[in-house]
């Protein structure tokens, strides 16, 4: 899905001015809007000094190891009712 369109589009609702220019699509994405199997991620310096600063202290590598396998296999799969409740739980935790 290309969504410079209809950033444009949104931009001439707004009646905001395109002087700044249209992002040009990933190295993955295609043109036609078909991006299937073409998914990457990218982190920013930001995300990379937190991984950095975090060292080893507290992370279980074997578990880190499982999950990027997982990933570049594509066979990682999670539980959303799972993780919702436990954001639930969470947030209703801080407020208390």
Not at 25 to 45: E, H, L, Q, V
Not at 46 to 66: H, P
Request: glycine letters at 10%; zero cysteines.
């Amino acid at each position: 899905m290309d969504i410079r369109s209809s950033l444009d589009g949104l931009k001439s609702l707004l009646g905001t001015s395109a002087a700044a220019p249209a992002a040009s699509p990933k190295s993955g994405a295609t043109a036609g809007g078909s991006g299937i199997g073409s998914d990457s991620a990218t982190f920013s310096s930001a995300a990379s000094e937190v991984s950095q600063s975090a060292g080893d202290a507290g992370v279980r590598m074997d578990k880190v190891s499982s999950i990027q396998a997982a990933l570049s296999a594509g066979t990682y799969s999670i539980n959303p009712s799972a993780i919702a409740s436990r954001l639930v739980d969470s947030m209703l935790a801080s407020h208390a």
